[in-house]
């Protein structure tokens, strides 16, 4: 089964490393949460009572438009990792994923919680974290501790936190509902173009 879930990646002792991708074909998505009624309900904070996903009341309604933006970036040719927390229910597996264009791979979150052999149909790799070194990034679902940026990697593209985001350009976050999307002109729900985080963490590192 290991070989199944692996197919296309390589190991270098030092994490799972990504074969050479193409940043314009390759797009990031954390935290769809599909069939998770009460994300929908999530609020800011207690004195906030705006909700982290105010265009949907439901799953039903919220699964439906992320299938839509989803499919609307993403090319049947293109790579989608998605990053932790797919569906908190089976059948959805079965249900949404065959729905969503891309070859997808999976970097598992504290949600995915099912058997690995459960998402291999759907995914062509599966997960804790996975490397890019061309781009100096690695991509873990919660975010790594600022102590493993600097030396193996410069940056880290996350999910896990849903709106929150870190106040450190070394970090971004690629949930659903995150606030880092603004900064790149990118609207919620909406899997991210790799090549686009690419010149965010360019342009930080050069305005710093």
């Not at 879930?5 to 270098?12: F, G, L, P, Q, Y």
């Not at 729900?189 to 342009?203: A, C, D, H, T």
């Amino acid at each position: 089964m290991l070989s199944i879930i692996r197919k296309a990646v390589t190991s270098n002792g030092k994490g799972v490393m990504a074969s050479s991708i193409d940043p314009d074909k390759t797009y990031l998505i954390s935290d769809l949460h599909f069939g998770h009624d009460n994300v929908y309900k999530f609020t800011f904070s207690e004195s906030d009572s705006r909700r982290i996903r105010p265009w949907a009341s439901n799953s039903t309604e919220g699964d439906e438009i992320l299938i839509q933006k989803w499919n609307s970036v993403v090319g049947r040719n293109d790579l989608v990792f998605v990053v932790g927390d797919v569906t908190l229910k089976r059948e959805h597996l079965k249900e949404i994923l065959p729905r969503l264009n891309g070859t997808k791979r999976l970097i598992a979150g504290n949600h995915d919680r099912f058997r690995a052999i459960e998402y291999v149909p759907f995914f062509e790799f599966i997960g804790g974290m996975v490397n890019l070194g061309q781009f100096g990034i690695t991509i873990t679902h919660a975010p790594v501790h600022p102590s493993c940026l600097g030396f193996r990697w410069k940056y880290n593209i996350h999910g896990h936190l849903h709106e929150k985001t870190i106040p450190d350009s070394r970090y971004f976050n690629v949930s659903v509902e995150s606030a880092n999307r603004d900064e790149i002109g990118v609207e919620f729900g909406v899997p991210i173009q790799l090549s686009k985080i690419v010149e965010f963490f360019f342009n930080e590192r050069n305005e710093c």
